[in-house]
């Protein structure tokens, strides 16, 4: 069964607009880690944001923010105020915990966004 | 800079070659990985290791084989049994593996390609 499920292969917003990127995950762990990557057309996976199963709070980093509901399996990225150079692949990911056998990063197949100026 | 360098940026193999990919970091990570990713797909976990002389299979290691001799590098090498091997190869790198909140660093890639 695939572990992340982004559903958006492709994703368009207006530069300066927000813009939300879906993703959602499988696990029967109660502590598992979830992340997101931007991968521009250089092919370099560049961090963005990180969020805990245990997290109360929505992570945030600057312009990102993880919109968590772990109820629904759900930890959709936010991209507010687009630019042009946020034009890139983005990947969501999870790791479960160590010692369940999956504690290494699994990814999903990513969604394409594209500002438009 | 710390970071990660992969080379080549780009390959070409001919039937039946073997060719390794090079990924050297100089982050003092500890666990070091291999991804392929292709077209409209996700990265999938080809190897990793997480000390020197140590390495784990991962979902498609059929076809590839890597060593770790050195901490800082990490080479993959694509043989002749890997009958699909263009691709996009990504090395990454990380403090340990295993804990839930273990960010990985990227390199910039290679791509593979069949003559």
């Known amino acids: 069964a695939q572990k992340i499920t982004q559903t958006q292969p492709g994703m368009f917003v207006q530069e300066k607009e927000a813009v939300t990127l879906d993703c959602t995950y499988d696990t029967s762990d109660q502590s598992y880690g979830l992340f997101w990557y931007k991968q521009p057309s250089s092919g370099e996976m560049i961090f963005l944001i990180y969020q805990g199963s245990y997290d109360e709070q929505n992570a945030t980093e600057g312009r990102y923010s993880l919109n968590f509901q772990k109820a629904r399996k759900s930890a959709n990225l936010v991209i507010s105020a687009s630019q042009l150079g946020d034009s890139a692949m983005y990947f969501c990911?999870?790791?479960?915990?160590?010692?369940?056998?999956?504690?290494?990063?699994?990814f999903g197949k990513g969604t394409k966004l594209t500002v438009n100026p | 800079d710390g970071g990660i360098t992969q080379s080549p940026k780009y390959l070409f193999r001919k039937e039946g070659q073997n060719v390794t990919l090079s990924c050297e970091q100089n982050?003092?990570?500890?666990?070091m990985y291999w991804y392929r990713q292709d077209p409209g797909q996700g990265l999938r976990l080809i190897y990793y290791?997480?000390?020197?002389?140590?390495?784990q299979k991962g979902d498609i290691a059929e076809g590839y084989s890597v060593s770790r001799e050195k901490k800082e590098s990490f080479p993959l090498t694509v043989t002749s049994a890997q009958k699909n091997p263009t691709a996009f190869y990504l090395c990454a790198s990380s403090i340990v593996v295993g804990p839930r909140d273990e960010k990985l660093f990227f390199g910039s890639g290679t791509q593979l390609s069949v003559l």
């Open positions: 982050l003092n990570h500890d666990a």
């Open positions: 290791s997480q000390i020197v002389n140590d390495f």
């Open positions: 990911a999870m790791r479960e915990a160590p010692g369940s056998g999956s504690e290494k990063l699994v």
